[in-house]
Structures are given as structure tokens and as C-alpha cells.
DNA sequence: CTGTTAGCGCCTTCAT
DNA sequence: ATGAAGGCGCTAACAG
């Protein structure tokens, strides 16, 4: 691989000239600057990112931890990423509030890190914001000193909530899952706190016995188990609306109670929520709520490297727009 | 951050010999060696992969390309290479066949390569393998040179094949999926022979005009499309067997069928492959085969290593167990 | 505007 | 068995 005094010695300069004319942050003259980028081009030089963080205690390399993989939010990073000249790696944590990342900002080989729905503890997360930049996409913990991005959650669910009223449910149950801790991640606390606003708002009567929570670490089966004690119901005690925090538990319910002869939307409406395949999947289509994942990824990618620069006095937090995507399962008013 | 510096300070020894000691090729007194710890311990000393790199011109992190997640693979990886002391970064890349993953081993963040489920050119894939230790994992191609950990895709395929042909089954049909350039991934078409040869030796006729390619960016909705032209035949012309190269292709024939009132496993049995959620999803649920992920993700990181050590005179390739799932789309004999 | 110099953290040869 | 010295590729401070 061609080094930089390599390309160096090719343009009949100083290491340090090419070194300025790359990260272009000090005056050379423009025909210095042509023959060196001749140079780079000839060699196909690539700057080598060790020797460079070593010595400039600055890295553009972003750890992206996630615990759910979302291909539009990984695509929106790269794609931001790759505009602004930074590179992403990214690490898969199925263990949640695990520390483990910690070595890759430790051992130097990333400088800043993304979280992707990774739910971390607040007070590790107050002191790692304060070592490293960081910011949360999607999922998030209420933090001024941390840097969000995500959709409105709470508004998000108010609308759908309202949309359902407006099509004439009025019994509802809202099916949230629980972590074994018994914790809520934060956008689940929102969610249903935007359904409980939509009710009151519309003078709704709200049974908190027709819903349930179900254990986050249950599969498919689990969910299923659940939605049976929904299809047992008598019609007349059954809700005509559930609202599912994420499109597989809406998945399932649709799947349980079809199977179980009860009609969907006919006698009950089932939402999720994610516009994921599983919602295409399941008969009938589920109704649920898109994020604009993309974008998400895109912008928590700028906002960290504007911590980075250190363009930003304050952290931010960035709210995009959610849409409603109606299918079978639950129709437009 | 304590550098190796404050080690040897805080030990009383020169930085060289708490290099020696940790790194554990050299000797070194068992008394200097366990004040040397002890100093680790003390100032929580994480080496610095950038320098260490920089000056061995070795990298202990390894790149993983993905094209698809799978969840079980990343765990395997991670947890052979946690045992190894190495580290994993890894990089989603949805267009397949491309070399954008170059720069991370080119910039040296990386020094050896695991793909996952990821196409590349032969000849490309060549000349890499000549410059940094490779392998594939799940998909590969076929190349001499490459060491690759998968599942017998053929022998999987035609295990389950028979399976149906001991059920009675006997007009088959495979549904495989094709790339835009026409190209079949290797582990497809060694599917799709694994399924011939199983008619082959059974002497089970076979009519190719039942089979069917679906577009590999086909969404759900492509392959319920292609479903419906099965569900529109006459009774009597319809294969009595699906064989899918994919979960979510199976889970479309089934529901598809299902919606238009064929009878799937009475008059069509329909199957998958991979046990994904998809698998579980639809209704009736899908027979499919499962691959042991884990272990083929921990195989590839230990291969990887041991390339990396020199250990490995020539490449290797490595078969594990598949295992065969029933489930109600397709009943065992 | 360009070049010289020093050193980021680490490993490895060589001398002791 | 231990230590001293050099240098991997790069940037930043300084000199010219």
C-alpha cells in the first residue's frame, strides 16, 4: 500500500504538504495541490486511518450499536456517512444495557458512537456521553445531555388511536411489552401514553383490564399464546380495537384470531406498528405506522459528526414525521 | 486513557517488557509478570489496537460483510472471536457484488474479511483472497483458493425433497429466486440439484414447466403475485408439491393458497427454507430447513483466525449439519 | 506557501 | 530476563 510519503516523493514535496493538501484545512498553492492529488490518484493512495488516529487523537470512524437490525436506519448512516467522508462499523447487541461496546471507543478504533433502539442505563450513558459523542436514533432515553433523533412516538400513536375512533371503535386494548425488568423501553412508555391522550381527548371510556403486556423476550408462540386469550373472549366482552406496539404482536393477534373464526376488521381492528414485512405478511394486512427510517439513520450520522466538529453549543433533538399506513386490519375512517 | 507507558511506570519495568508480558511470546520473569498485571488491573490499561496495528502491521479485527442479517451467524462471530481476543466490525452492504467494503481493509481498520450470505465476482474474489485472508460464510462461490463454512445446501434440499416423495407426494414444483443479471447464487443452484437428483433417484418424473424463477428484489407482494398464477390452476394441473428457496417465498404460496381455497398440505404441500420467523408467521405454518447459524458463524470467525496465524496450510471448507423442521405446510412421512 | 521536526502507542530487534 | 532504540503512517507546531 502506498503511504503518504510515497505519494509524497511522486509529487516532489514534503509529507507534511500532502498531508495539508488532503485534509485541506491549511493554504497550498493550487498547482502543489494538483500535482500531489496526481500523485494520489497514480498510487491509488488510501490514507491509512491508524497512523492517522494515532497521531491526531481524532477519529472518523462512528460505532453504531444497535439491538434490533433496521436496514433503512443502517443505510441512511452509511449513506450520510459516506457523503461527510466518515465510516461506520457496527456491532449487533442482543443483550441490551451490556457495557461490551465499550471497547471498541476504548481500544481506539472508533471515536463516537450511535445507538439503534440499544436502551442503555441513564446514569452510564450520562457518563459516557460526557468521554464520547454520542447520540440515540429510534429508541431513546430522556437525557438532556444526549443528542436524539426519532420519530414523535407519543404523537404518532395519538393519531392512530384517534383515526380508530373516528372509524367507530370505542372498546380498547393496547398491547405493550414488557422487559424483564419490568421496565418499558421509553418510546413504548410514549406510545401508550399517546394512545391513553387520543382516548381522553375524545371522551373514550378506557377498561385497563382489556389490555396486557407481554414479556419482550417472548417469540412468536408467546404471542400467540397471548392473542388466544383474545379470540376466547365472548364477542360482547371482546375490545373491538387492539393497538400492538410493535406489527409482529399485531401479526400474531391477526393470525390467532382469524384462525379462531373471529373477524378481522370485523369484530375487532388490529394495528401495529413499523411497517416491517411482518405486517404484509399476516391476513388480513396489518395497519400500522411507518418511520421514515432512512432519514433517521441519515440525520443521527450528521448529528454526530457536527458534535464531532464541535458545531454544536447544545445537543439536539430531531423529531421526523411518522405516517399512517392503512391496510386491512384496520380501515381509514 | 493509561497507555502502556503508565504500565511500565506503574510497574517499575520498561514499556517493552509489559509489551513482552502481554503479548506472552517472550519470556519474562513470573514475578515481573505478575506486578505488570497487577498495574493492568490497577489503571483498567486497554492497549491501543491503533498503535499496536500501526507498528505489528497486524490487525486482530476482523470485517464482516453482510448482505442479509442473521442474527444466529453475528452471535457465532462474536462469541468465537470474544473467546479469541479478536474483534468483529461489521458492514451491511444490500448491493451485493460491490467493493465499497474494500476501504475498510485498505485504511486498515480490518485485516481479514468473514462474508455473510454475500455474492462477490470469482475473479475479484480472487485476487482479494491473494491480499487479505477471507472467508465465506453460508453463501460462497466455488473458488479453490476461498475457505467457506455452510450447510450442504444440496444434500438439505435433497433430504427434503424425499421426505415429500415418501409422503406420496408427486408432481413437484421449485421455486427459486433469480438476480437481475440472470445469475443464480451458488447455494441456489445447488439446491435446486440436490431437489433434481432427489426426483432422479426416487425415478419420480419431472415437468420444469411447473417450476417457476421469482425476481430476487421481488417484495412480498412479487412473490404473492407469482403465488396466485398457482392458485388460478385447475385442480388437476396444479404441482401437489412447492418447493420454495426461500421462508418468505414459502409463507406467500401458502397464504396465497390458502386465501384462494386450496388446501395446503391436503392438495399442495409447500415448503421453506432457513426456520425464520416467516416460517412461523403464515398459516398453515412452514416446513423448512434449519442450518445451525451459530456454530457456522463461530466456525468462520475460528477459520479466519487460524489463516491468520499461518496455522492453515491450505484453505478449508467447511459442511455442518442441517436438520430438517416440519410443520403443518408439509407433513413428515 | 512549503519543509523540518517531533511524537502519538506500540512492537521487535538487539544489546546487555 | 530485561532494557534501550528505532520506526510503523500520519499530523501539528514551528521555522523559514
Redesign the pocket.
Known amino acids: ?1 502506498a ?3 510515497d ?1 509524497a516523493r511522486h509529487a ?9 493538501v ?2 485541506g ?5 493550487a ?3 494538483a500535482r500531489v492529488m496526481a500523485a494520489v490518484r497514480e498510487l491509488d ?4 486511518l ?3 488516529g ?5 477519529s472518523t470512524t462512528v460505532l453504531m450499536v444497535y439491538s434490533t437490525f433496521v436496514p433503512g436506519i443502517m443505510m441512511g448512516v452509511h449513506s450520510a456517512a459516506h457523503e461527510l467522508g466518515y465510516e461506520v462499523v457496527s456491532l449487533y447487541m442482543d443483550t441490551v444495557d451490556d457495557e461490551y461496546f465499550m471497547k471498541y471507543l476504548e481500544n481506539g478504533l472508533a471515536g463516537s458512537v450511535i445507538f439503534v433502539n440499544y436502551r442503555f442505563d441513564t446514569e452510564k450513558l450520562g457518563k459516557l456521553s460526557r468521554k464520547y459523542p454520542m447520540v440515540q436514533c429510534s429508541e431513546y432515553v430522556k437525557m438532556s445531555s444526549s443528542s436524539q433523533v426519532s420519530v414523535d412516538n407519543g404523537q404518532a400513536m395519538y393519531d392512530l388511536t384517534e383515526q380508530l375512533i373516528l372509524a367507530g371503535r370505542r372498546r380498547f386494548a393496547f398491547i405493550n411489552t414488557v422487559a424483564p425488568g419490568g421496565h418499558l423501553p421509553f418510546f413504548a412508555e410514549e406510545r401508550e401514553r399517546g394512545f391513553l391522550r387520543a382516548l381522553e381527548a375524545h371522551g373514550i371510556p378506557y377498561d385497563p383490564a382489556l389490555s396486557a403486556r407481554c414479556d419482550a423476550e417472548a417469540d412468536y408462540e408467546g404471542m400467540v399464546q397471548l392473542a388466544q386469550r383474545y379470540a376466547a373472549m365472548k364477542d360482547s366482552e371482546r375490545p373491538d380495537a387492539i393497538l400492538c406496539i410493535r406489527d409482529i404482536l399485531g401479526a400474531a393477534f391477526v393470525n390467532t384470531l382469524v384462525r379462531a373464526g373471529v373477524k378481522v376488521p370485523g369484530q375487532v381492528a388490529v394495528t401495529g406498528f413499523d411497517n416491517t414485512t411482518a405486517a404484509e405478511l399476516c391476513t388480513p394486512q396489518l395497519t400500522t405506522v411507518e418511520q421514515p427510517f432512512f432519514e433517521m439513520g441519515a440525520e443521527a450520522m450528521r448529528l454526530i459528526v457536527s458534535m464531532l466538529n464541535g458545531d454544536l453549543a447544545v445537543n439536539r433533538r430531531i423529531l421526523l414525521e411518522h405516517r399512517l399506513v392503512f391496510r386491512e386490519s384496520a380501515l381509514q375512517a
Do not use: I
Open positions: 500500500m503511504s503518504l510519503k505519494v516532489g514535496v514534503a509529507p507534511s504538504t500532502v498531508s495539508k488532503l485534509s484545512r491549511y493554504s497550498v498553492s498547482e502543489c495541490a493512495y488510501k490514507p491509512n491508524l497512523g492517522r494515532l497521531r491526531s487523537n481524532r
